[in-house]
């Protein structure tokens, strides 16, 4: 009896010290003035017009303008001169909002013609911006690793739900970067699955799946993109800079970017190599 009473005591004690806190007192951040950077977006697709998108970055907490033509003006970057050159071939982008139907992606930078299919010269981006500073980067095309088979496998038993696994042949010899994506339905839709990996894990033929998680007659998309390590650097450290925003005892994250010049500009400029599967769960 004795214990108990002690306990409850003791109990009491911290109720009131806990109380007699104030929690919700507000705490003062001396947060450092955020420096806006160009950020620089370009993925080259064989057979796909030019595209740039050349942005500006804003603080956490920066207010966004009250209508669209304001905060398209406050992102967008206007006023360069964007070349991308390939061998002795010089495409000069002109300065237009542009949206690619086919991909949904938009840019403020762009060029009907189509990406030549080279694998030999590399692709070079030159940039100079309206204060004269100049932004370079350089890509090469790879070429598709395609996807070998889809197969669709059903639960031995209990619910009549299936899974898929997509089959496809690593190339030997060399250090492979992939990003594999997974849609249910339509491109449209978020992806059921999207990472990045390496070939260092494994060897010869590669295995993606799922879970049980579909039903006869879904759609499935399966897309199997190679890509270059400066482009899995560039997923990885976005997927890390992502998480360290959700946890307050964490470090900013960097962008790793192939963007290079003398302003801090950051980005990504790469290539889209990929073999995408529709399959129907029969």
Not at 132 to 143: E, F, K, N, R, V
Not at 171 to 184: K, V
Request: some cysteine; proline content about 6%.
């Amino acid at each position: 009896m004795k214990t108990r009473i002690v306990n409850g005591l003791w109990s009491v004690m911290i109720l009131f010290v806990l109380g007699g806190c104030n929690l919700d007192q507000p705490i003062d951040l001396q947060l450092p003035e955020y420096e806006s950077r160009l950020v620089i977006e370009c993925y080259l697709e064989k057979g796909r017009p030019f595209g740039v998108l050349l942005t500006r970055s804003s603080g956490y907490f920066d207010p966004f303008g009250q209508t669209g033509n304001q905060l398209l003006s406050e992102l967008l970057e206007s006023g360069a001169t964007v070349s991308i050159k390939q061998g002795t071939k010089v495409f000069r982008l002109e300065n237009k909002l542009t949206l690619d139907r086919f991909t949904g992606k938009f840019f403020n930078y762009s060029l009907d013609l189509p990406v030549p299919e080279n694998y030999e010269d590399p692709f070079e981006l030159e940039i100079i911006t309206s204060d004269g500073d100049l932004i370079t980067a350089s890509t090469h095309l790879l070429p598709v690793v395609p996807i070998d088979s889809v197969v669709v496998e059903y639960q031995p038993e209990g619910e009549p739900l299936a899974r898929v696994l997509t089959y496809f042949t690593d190339i030997p010899g060399q250090a492979n970067y992939y990003r594999r994506m997974i849609h249910e339905s339509s491109l449209d839709s978020l992806p059921l699955q999207d990472f990045s990996t390496s070939d260092r894990v494994v060897e010869n033929v590669v295995v993606f799946g799922t879970g049980y998680d579909f039903e006869k007659g879904d759609s499935i998309i399966n897309t199997i993109f190679h890509i270059s390590e400066d482009y899995y650097n560039f997923l990885e450290s976005v997927q890390g800079a992502i998480q360290a925003n959700g946890n307050p005892f964490a470090q900013p994250s960097p962008i790793i970017s192939n963007i290079k010049s003398e302003i801090e500009a950051f980005g990504i400029f790469t290539t889209i190599s990929y073999d995408r599967r529709l399959t129907v769960i029969p």
